[in-house]
């Protein structure tokens, strides 16, 4: 059975930084693509990042490009969210997922495995 466990979450101020981490365990990895999204109150999960598990193609949500990066340590299952230069509008709930065909699109429907978020809260 697959598990994402997300840590790393917390409250930041402006122009701050978070690394957020998420465990994947209860399969072979290597041919899954990885996403991170987030979920805001009141509006929709919305795609942040993807990359495929050997690290060979990396997308970002124009709204975070240039300030948020993917990454995965592939010996440890584990993949990253180095999130920097935070803004208000960054707060959300944020969620790893598990896209077991490596697709790793920006639709969370295709998507197929969740873990159970953790909290970034950016305040002015």
């Known amino acids: 059975q697959v598990q994402l466990v997300e840590s790393g979450g917390g409250s930041v101020q402006v122009g701050g930084s978070l690394r957020l981490t998420c465990v994947a365990s209860?399969?072979?990895?290597?041919?899954?693509?990885m996403g991170w999204f987030r979920q805001a109150p009141g509006k929709e999960r919305e795609f942040v990042s993807a990359m495929s598990w050997t690290g060979g193609t990396r997308t970002y949500a124009d709204s975070v490009k240039g300030r948020f990066t993917i990454s995965g340590d592939n010996a440890n299952n584990v993949i990253y969210l180095q999130m920097s230069s935070l803004k208000p509008e960054d707060t959300a709930v944020y969620y790893c997922?598990?896209?077991?065909?490596?697709?790793?699109?920006?639709?969370?429907?295709?998507?197929?495995?969740w873990g159970q978020g953790t909290q970034v809260t950016v305040s002015s």
């Open positions: 997922a598990a896209d077991q065909y490596g697709l790793g699109t920006r639709t969370s429907s295709e998507y197929d495995f």
């Open positions: 209860g399969r072979t990895f290597s041919s899954y693509a």
